[in-house]
């Protein structure tokens, strides 16, 4: 089962250049082992600061844009033009920068229904693995919430126990409907990279970290009920990416 393999920094921003340095690394990996990057991301500031950076001139030419592509593993159900919105936060430097070889499929939330929005983008990603013949995500890049969250699937949730479909409606969650993609998709999912900063991160933090020890040996399905949703996954490839505001422990 996936173990904690913690990789601390200062600040957040020394958290992002990290993340960017790994992407850069790990995409140009991944394309040469299998001609294409299928990345899974989500919102928040560690995100949107990492889209923002690898679009800068420092990074822009050191990816091939043309061979990655970028799904969201959960939207929250507001219009694309909505403030709230997490693909609305970054697509200026998402579409503006990288010449228009980028390849990113943002959740429709402009469907008429949650429902109908869900069922939209699982056809999406689901073409778009059987394109490049892959079952899961090559990487995805989570955030965890101040309540032990991560990619729009809280406690308690109906979603968190979706065992046949790969992206679900969410409309028993905080605040917004959501449309996420389940923890049976995501766990097929070949490398899952968390990024939390930040002292208000850093109760939930400790506890999924804890119970990811607790639940060591435990496959994920059986976690689902017994502890945050940030401790369900349990790949070995996971990589979890902090500030020392977040986690004070010394790596």
């Known amino acids: 089962m996936g173990q904690n393999k913690i990789k601390q920094y200062a600040e957040p921003s020394d958290v992002i250049r990290a993340l960017a340095d790994d992407f850069v690394a790990f995409t140009d990996e991944e394309i040469e082992r299998t001609h294409s990057c299928i990345v899974g991301i989500t919102g928040g500031t560690v995100v949107n600061g990492l889209m923002e950076l690898l679009n800068s001139p420092e990074y822009i030419d050191r990816l091939q844009w043309d061979s990655i592509f970028f799904v969201w593993t959960d939207e929250r159900f507001v219009s694309q033009s909505d403030k709230d919105n997490y693909f609305n936060r970054v697509k200026d430097v998402l579409l503006c920068k990288a ?109 999924v970290l804890y119970q990811r020890e607790d639940y060591e040996d435990t496959p994920w399905e059986r976690r689902i009920g017994r502890v945050l949703p940030g401790a369900v996954l349990s790949q070995d490839n996971m990589q979890w990416y902090v500030d020392e505001a977040a986690y004070p422990n010394k790596v």
Do not use: C
């Open 99 to 207: 010449l228009g070889a980028a390849h990113f499929l943002p959740i429709n939330t402009d469907s008429k229904t949650v429902v109908e929005a869900a069922e939209e983008y699982e056809k999406e990603v689901k073409n778009v693995l059987m394109a490049h013949n892959k079952e899961g995500l090559d990487l995805v890049i989570l955030d965890l919430g101040e309540d032990g969250h991560t990619a729009g699937l809280f406690a308690g949730s109906h979603a968190l126990r979706e065992t046949e479909k790969a992206v679900v409606a969410v409309e028993d969650g905080k605040v917004w409907e959501r449309i996420s993609m389940t923890f049976q998709f995501l766990a097929k999912t070949d490398w899952i990279w968390f990024a939390v900063v930040g002292e208000n991160k850093k109760a939930a933090l400790t506890k």
